[in-house]
């Protein structure tokens, strides 16, 4: 089982539709939880962070985490294309020994349509 | 430009080569991690630095991998007798540690082996 898993997608969403992207995680002791936006051909860039469950919005961005579950989504309102990009889910596993390092997953590819 | 600086941005060199790219972290981040990304995947972790000392190697990073932060600033990553298996966009980042830590990274340096 990988650490972090996403449906990579393509994931298509009409203009202006709410866009639902999907992570789920293994290790049960995560403590932080991110979502960066990468361009293709550009490196990744940090858009959302949480750390508690529940619901964290962010502009048209909303990060939700369940723990109990291993879920982690990102919505994103009033989908534009400047929005489309691949979206990379990425945590930060139980402290072990001192290390700690973000896992990514796959990454979903986004697409929205005009 | 106070961000994560990388460089070069591309390198092609030929198979057997040896290669070296060089990465200049946020200022005040005493953290500093290289990753791989190969294409339609997430970035994968190869090690990490915290001022000076390399805490972590991936087993992903063969001896033919070597990276250094000589007085804890800028770090490089060697690449020796480079295969066509090593092309790749080689990320760094940087961070401040802690529970709350947030990875900033690069631009990236795309390497491709021929």
């Known amino acids: 089982q990988k650490e972090v898993e996403q449906n990579s997608g393509p994931l298509s969403v009409p203009e202006g539709a709410i866009a639902s992207l999907n992570c789920t995680y293994s290790?049960?002791?995560?403590?932080?939880f991110f979502w960066y936006r990468q361009y293709s051909g550009k490196s990744p860039e940090l858009i959302m962070f949480?750390?508690?469950?529940g619901d964290k919005e962010d502009g048209r961005f909303t990060a939700q985490l369940n723990k109990a579950s291993q879920y982690v989504s990102l919505l994103i309102r009033d989908s534009q294309p400047s929005d489309s990009a691949t979206y990379l889910c990425?945590?930060?596993?139980?402290?072990?020994?001192?290390?700690?390092?973000?896992?990514f997953g796959q990454g979903t590819r986004l697409t929205i349509n005009p | 430009d106070t961000g994560v600086s990388q460089d070069p941005r591309h390198k092609i060199t030929k198979r057997g080569q040896n290669v070296t790219f060089r990465c200049d972290p946020i200022?005040?981040?005493?953290?500093l991690y290289w990753y791989r990304q190969t294409l339609g995947q997430g970035p994968e972790f190869l090690t990490y630095?915290?001022?000076?000392?390399?805490?972590?190697k991936s087993r992903l990073l063969s001896d033919r991998f070597s990276a250094e932060r000589p007085k804890g600033s800028f770090s490089t990553l060697e690449i020796q007798r480079t295969e066509q298996g090593d092309s790749a966009m080689y990320l760094c980042?940087?961070?401040?540690?802690?529970?709350?830590?947030?990875?900033?990274f690069g631009s990236g340096t795309q390497l491709s082996v021929l």
């Open positions: 290790d049960r002791g995560s403590q932080s």
């Open positions: 200022s005040e981040h005493n953290r």
């Open positions: 980042a940087s961070s401040i540690p802690g529970i709350r830590e947030k990875l900033f």
């Open positions: 949480i750390y508690s469950n």
């Open positions: 630095f915290q001022n000076e000392a390399q805490l972590e």
């Open positions: 990425a945590v930060i596993p139980a402290l072990i020994q001192g290390a700690q390092k973000l896992v």
